[in-house]
Nanobody, 120 residues
Framework: QVQLVESGGGLVQPWGSLRLSCAAS????????MGWHRQAPGKTREMVAT???????NYANSVKGRFTISRGPANNTVYLEMNSLKPEDTAVYYC??????????????WGKGTLVTVST
């Protein structure tokens, strides 16, 4: 069984910073692309940032220059450094990863999400 567990969410003031972490565990054969998505109240889930196995990154226009995605040295973790946070960044942030499990094929897995609230 494969699991993704996020951490690092919380309440932060506008222009503040937060760092989200996500760790993959379980019977994993290989981890390919990893990423972060978010869903604000009343809105659909949207891509925030993705990172490939060779380090190529992709960002939503709304977060370019403020957020940075990176992978840990063991390649089973992904981070999202968020700076200059705005109230409109408030959302539940979900980690995703394209994983080939040991006992099954390749599929996209999701974490349960971590809430980020940007407010005074």
């Amino acid at each position: 069984q494969v699991q993704l567990v996020e951490s690092g969410g919380g309440l932060v003031q506008p222009w503040g910073s937060l760092r989200l972490s996500c760790a993959a565990s379980g019977r994993i054969f290989a981890i390919y692309a990893m990423g972060w998505h978010r869903q604000a109240p009343g809105k659909t889930r949207e891509m925030v940032a993705t990172v490939s196995t060779n380090g190529n990154t992709n960002y939503a226009n709304s977060v370019k220059g403020r957020f940075t995605i990176s992978r840990g040295p063991a390649n089973n973790t992904v981070y999202l450094e968020m700076n200059s946070l705005k109230p409109e960044d408030t959302a539940v942030y979900y980690c995703s990863a394209l994983i080939r499990a040991q006992s099954s094929g390749t599929e996209n897995y999701w974490g349960k999400g971590t809430l980020v609230t940007v407010s005074t």
